[in-house]
């Protein structure tokens, strides 16, 4: 059983940059891969980046490609989701997400069937 923490988001201005950070406790962290995936009020939780297992290859939705850098620290059971240029439509609860089988290429984005979850962590972007 893998828990899962998220720390950091809140609010910011749009145009701003926050970080979020996940702990993960339990199984073997580098043997998942990570993701993070996100859920608007009344909209469908969405896929927004993911990595791999040794981190050398992410994945990014469309919508956040080119703001978003998703990175981890298998030494310290880490990852991270660095937002810039935030938007008023990125406002929404960010979750943290493990699995042991492949995510987040183009056909691997449903959040449905993924094994761990956090309990997410609100980004409110203002304008």
């Known amino acids: 059983q893998v828990h899962l923490a998220e720390s950091g988001g809140g609010e910011v201005q749009a145009g701003g940059s926050l970080r979020l950070s996940c702990l993960a406790s339990?199984?073997?962290?580098?043997?998942?891969?990570m993701g993070w995936f996100r859920q608007a009020q009344g909209k469908e939780r969405e896929f927004v980046a993911a990595?791999?297992?040794?981190?050398?290859?992410?994945y990014y939705a469309e919508s956040v490609k080119g703001r978003f850098t998703i990175s981890r620290d298998n030494a310290k059971n880490m990852v991270y989701l660095q937002m810039n240029s935030l938007k008023d439509e990125d406002t929404a609860v960010y979750y943290c997400?493990?699995?042991?089988?492949?995510?987040?290429?183009?056909?691997?984005?449903?959040?449905?069937?993924?094994?761990?979850w956090g309990k997410g962590r609100l980004v409110t972007v203002s304008s």
């Open positions: 997400v493990a699995d042991p089988r492949p995510f987040g290429s183009t056909s691997y984005r449903s959040p449905y069937g993924l094994d761990f």
């Open positions: 339990g199984g073997t962290f580098h043997s998942n891969y």
């Open positions: 990595i791999e297992r040794n981190g050398d290859t992410t």
